[in-house]
């Protein structure tokens, strides 16, 4: 298996887990900005104390430049995200927010001069169906989804440039380590940002103490292997790959939260999947 295949489909785990874990925070009815802040500073942590074994004190100009600017777009994105489970099911919130695959394929063809075979592209068709397939139902529902639906798209559009972001940082060479430590920086500032407007005070609760530092951890594992997988393949097929993650978002939702499993949603994993194989190829 090609290495920057396996290595997005690694990050696409993660993510799944991960998408579960921001569904229970948003269930919790706890501070969303607490929880953020409690990822940001794992993620900070995590990558500052990496940078360092492997020998890099200061991170360059460029590195700050990349890692503010591309965590600042991931911050506010993910807030969104979470901020729309408030309504929607995980399982669909996630794949709405994956919608952004379609768009990075596209930016990265343009922008990047990626070319993309006739598997890539009917890969990345069957993925936008799939999400087609799992919010359908949402989209006939009352007014009070839309508002939940359009912050999701948002979302997923933050989500489509942060994606283009790495890619391009890893092109100019910027120092990895620091690079994701600076997202979680920002995580960690929208999220006591958030939190100080939503008026709660500053220690975070129990809930989103735990939840987040669990999510840290899973959060640390998306962006490394989705790095890693951008260093040597394509933005046009690893981004896909990497957002196929309402797979197992779904699958978790089936067992823990008894969301139902349709019909369509049934098709949509066997498109999504499809998917990942031709993008594979």
């Not at 087609?132 to 989209?139: N, R």
């Not at 929208?190 to 103490?209: E, I």
């Not at 939702?253 to 998917?275: D, P, Q, R």
Request: charged share 10%; aromatic share 14%; with cysteine.
């Amino acid at each position: 298996m090609n290495q920057s295949l396996l290595f997005a489909l690694i990050s696409l785990l993660f993510a799944g887990a991960n998408d579960a874990l921001f569904k229970r925070q948003a269930l919790s009815g706890q501070c969303k900005g607490q929880y953020m802040s409690v990822v940001g500073t794992v993620w900070l942590i995590v990558f500052a104390i990496t940078a360092l074994i492997h020998g890099q004190f200061l991170p360059n100009r460029q590195t700050i430049l990349y890692g503010l600017s591309v965590g600042a777009i991931s911050a506010i994105g993910n807030y969104l995200y979470i901020y729309s489970m408030n309504k929607l099911e995980a399982s669909v919130a996630a794949t709405i927010y994956r919608l952004n695959l379609a768009l990075a394929a596209c930016i990265a063809m343009l922008f990047l001069n990626e070319n993309m075979t006739l598997m890539n592209f009917l890969g990345v068709a069957f993925a936008s169906l799939a999400v087609l397939l799992f919010a359908g139902k949402h989209l006939a529902d009352a007014a009070g989804m839309w508002t939940a639906l359009c912050i999701a798209i948002i979302a997923s559009i933050f989500r489509a440039f942060m994606g283009i972001g790495y890619k391009l940082a890893m092109n100019h060479g910027v120092n990895a380590d620091w690079f994701l430590s600076g997202s979680g920086l920002c995580w960690l500032v929208v999220g006591v940002t958030m939190a100080s407007f939503g008026k709660t005070t500053f220690t975070p609760a129990r809930a989103s103490l735990i939840n987040g530092f669990i999510s840290g951890f899973l959060v640390c594992g998306i962006v490394y292997f989705f790095a890693i997988a951008l260093k040597t393949g394509k933005a046009c097929i690893v981004i896909p790959i990497a957002q196929m993650s309402f797979i197992v978002t779904a699958i978790i939702s089936f067992f823990f939260f008894k969301e139902h499993f349709s019909y369509t949603k049934i098709v949509g994993l066997l498109f999504a999947c499809l998917s990942i194989i031709l993008l594979g190829r």
